[in-house]
């Protein structure tokens, strides 16, 4: 009976917000990158699986767990943990065309950094990313513009 209670007071839920986190955020946000960027489009960002399933582009990973390219795996891994969880931080780096912002604020609050202007294409609320933090966070679609 206790594992009843927590497995659909906790488990179940949680599992819930997921799954439709991935059908109303990360599957939306692919979708709209295959229908409104062009094919040769690079998109960057940490939570791939999804949107690179649906986007149908080249997709580079954040956290480096998918790329072919060892060079670019191994730039992306010089970057500490911090950096790597905003792909903004690492364009200097990292060459893309859009990348994919995980941030707990609605609001659009990156526009520019370093060499680089943002233009937010989406924005799309994930409900809840587990058991342990059940705070809901909003992934912005972001143009990337390169600074003259």
Request: aromatic share 14%.
């Amino acid at each position: 009976m206790y594992s009843q209670f927590v497995f659909y007071k906790f488990v179940k839920p949680s599992t819930d917000d997921f799954t439709a986190g991935l059908n109303e955020c990360f599957k939306p946000l692919g979708i709209w990158i295959r229908e409104n960027t062009p094919q040769n489009s690079r998109i960057f960002l940490n939570d791939v699986g999804v949107v690179g399933y649906y986007s149908q582009r080249y997709i580079i990973d954040a956290a480096a767990l998918i790329n072919r390219d060892l060079n670019l795996n191994r730039k992306i891994m010089s970057f500490e943990l911090e950096k790597r969880a905003y792909p903004h931080k690492m364009l200097d780096e990292v060459v893309a065309d859009y990348i994919i912002e995980r941030d707990v604020n609605e609001e659009n609050v990156l526009q520019e950094s370093g060499n680089y202007r943002f233009e937010l294409k989406l924005i799309k609320k994930f409900p809840s990313l587990g058991i342990r933090d059940s705070s809901p966070r909003y992934y912005k679609l972001y143009k990337v513009i390169k600074k003259n």
